[in-house]
């Protein structure tokens, strides 16, 4: 499966998506078009995701049907599908259609995985959610909540 669609992250902290927004994986909400019908979800060319636009972003990442970013005060943000519990938000399935904040630590990177997703905070501490399948979280079980898995020495 490929992701069908892209996120972009510019030195000033903008952050623009496009193509496929299926699943609210673009950050962009729920857009409707004539007579409140919900409209095409497809961004054709690069989109700034509005929910961000008084928000520096410091880092991005995506795969699949989420996306996840962190701002410059080290708050991690997660969009998209929650097949397998990947935002982190406690929930098991349905769609975010706009960015949420997590209650985590500070961050310094994020990385997302086809179901899972992860961030290394500026202590040095690895948080992982999500599915593990093929012991892709550090430890034995799926987890809807980031989970501490590792201290970096």
């Known amino acids: ?3 069908e669609y892209s996120i972009a992250l510019f030195e000033n902290g903008d952050i623009v998506s496009w193509a496929n927004g299926r ?39 995506a795969k699949l049907m989420h ?4 701002d410059c005060h080290g708050v991690v943000y997660t ?6 519990c990947q935002l982190g938000n406690g929930n098991s ?4 259609l706009e960015p949420g904040a997590l209650a985590l630590p500070i961050a310094r990177q994020v990385a997302c995985g086809g179901y899972h997703t992860g961030d290394v905070t500026r202590l040095g501490d690895l948080f992982m959610w999500g599915s593990n399948e093929n012991g892709c ?5 799926k987890h ?4 501490r898995v590792f201290h970096e020495n």
């Open 23 to 61: 699943d609210g994986r673009l950050g962009h909400g729920q857009q409707y078009g004539p007579l409140r019908f919900v409209k095409n979800t497809t961004e054709f060319l690069p989109r700034l995701i509005d929910f961000f636009r008084e928000i520096r972003i410091y880092d991005v990442a």
């Open 137 to 141: 979280l550090g430890f034995g079980y």
């Open 79 to 84: 969009f998209g599908n929650i097949q397998i």
């Open 93 to 96: 399935s349905g769609d975010i």
């Open 144 to 147: 809807m909540d980031p989970a």
């Open 1 to 3: 499966m490929k992701a």
């Open 67 to 70: 996306s996840a970013c962190i």
